[in-house]
């Protein structure tokens, strides 16, 4: 079984960026297709990105479009999410996660949850 680590979660304020990385251990990344999600207190889990194993495609919700990049590099077997211009409204554990079936922005499409980093945007 894969195990995904995240990191690179923090305080940071309003308008500021982060890079969040997960990190594969126990296997390579290089054939699956990966997706960030987050959760914030009360809320449900909810889609951030995903990028297909080979890279070459990419998705985003539309609350971080434009601000959010998600890479991947499969040689180190970690996948990126950048994001930038931080609002408060992105405070949340962020999570990833290998995608399985279906849909990519539907949670239950994926398997191997991390046990998340989490992201406070002060205002």
């Known amino acids: 079984q894969v195990q995904w680590v995240e990191s690179g979660g923090g305080l940071v304020q309003a308008g500021g960026s982060l890079r969040l990385s997960c990190a594969a251990s126990?296997?390579?990344?290089?054939?699956?297709?990966m997706g960030w999600f987050r959760q914030a207190p009360g809320k449900e889990r909810e889609f951030v990105a995903a990028?297909?194993?080979?890279?070459?495609?990419?998705y985003y919700a539309n609350s971080v479009k434009g601000r959010g990049t998600i890479s991947r590099d499969n040689a180190k077997n970690t996948v990126y999410l950048q994001m930038n211009s931080l609002k408060s409204e992105d405070t949340a554990v962020y999570y990833c996660?290998?995608?399985?079936?279906?849909?990519?922005?539907?949670?239950?499409?994926?398997?191997?949850w991390g046990q998340g980093t989490q992201v406070t945007v002060s205002s």
């Open positions: 990028i297909l194993w080979s890279g070459d495609s990419t």
């Open positions: 126990g296997r390579t990344v290089s054939g699956y297709t």
């Open positions: 996660a290998r995608h399985y079936s279906g849909s990519y922005y539907y949670p239950p499409s994926y398997i191997d």
